[in-house]
């Protein structure tokens, strides 16, 4: 029961934290925005068996590092640096259970379109408005959120699968709103899409069959 408990837990702070808690002081407002993520790595291991396989760690080193990325992204650089590891543990993860399709592996066409369009965007931002310091960090890791996403479409799994798609929304929404142009409601967006990237890819994890490699659907 509370394995199901858990993910209800996990919607409700995250809705107290995008739509009711104040934004000051900073540390009460830091506290509701890492509770849903805390909650996020509690299910992992409420779900998992005592017994993980290197697939099971990888994705949780990564959340681990995308929690320290929550709490330091008032420090962009920091954050984003946080981030850009755990999306590297993300992909080692999904890489662990490559699962080939052709159809697959045609839907990085699409996702490398979508990268190039927002990251064109951004150098001209970025170079326009005097944030040439930012371009690398900032266009390094959408080139490797956007191979998480595809890393995880190559699984064949539908939950990390929608999970990759959600974070790859979240960070364009937000280099989009931070350097581009306004985005109506973009902190509710952000963090809708964020934190259902993350709880979807944890998810998946129960999908792996036990004494295999391999995550089904």
């Not at 394995?3 to 995250?14: D, T, V, W």
């Amino acid at each position: 029961m509370i394995l199901y408990q858990i993910p209800l837990l996990i919607f409700a702070m995250g809705l107290v934290y995008i739509f009711i808690a104040p934004s000051e002081p900073f540390i009460f407002s830091l506290f509701f925005k890492l509770a849903p993520m805390i909650l996020i790595f509690v299910y992992a291991f409420k779900q998992l068996p005592l017994k993980k396989s290197n697939t099971h760690w990888l994705i949780i080193i990564g959340l681990i590092f995308c929690i320290i990325g929550d709490g330091t992204i008032h420090w962009f650089p920091i954050g984003l640096s946080a981030f850009l590891i755990g999306n590297l543990f993300y992909i080692a993860g999904f890489l662990t259970q490559w699962n080939f399709s052709k159809i697959r592996l045609v839907l990085l066409v699409p996702i490398a379109i979508c990268g190039i369009f927002i990251g064109r965007v951004l150098i001209h931002e970025l170079n326009s408005n005097g944030n040439e310091a930012l371009m690398v960090p900032v266009i390094g890791y959408l080139l490797v959120i956007s191979l998480m996403a595809w890393s995880a479409i190559m699984t064949g799994n539908r939950w990390a699968s929608s999970g990759g798609i959600l974070f790859v929304l979240s960070y364009s929404l937000l280099v989009w709103n931070m350097f581009i142009a306004p985005v109506g409601n973009a902190a509710e967006l952000i963090m809708l899409s964020y934190y259902g990237a993350q709880f979807l890819i944890i998810h998946s994890l129960a999908t792996i069959v036990e004494g295999s490699n391999r995550i089904v659907w």
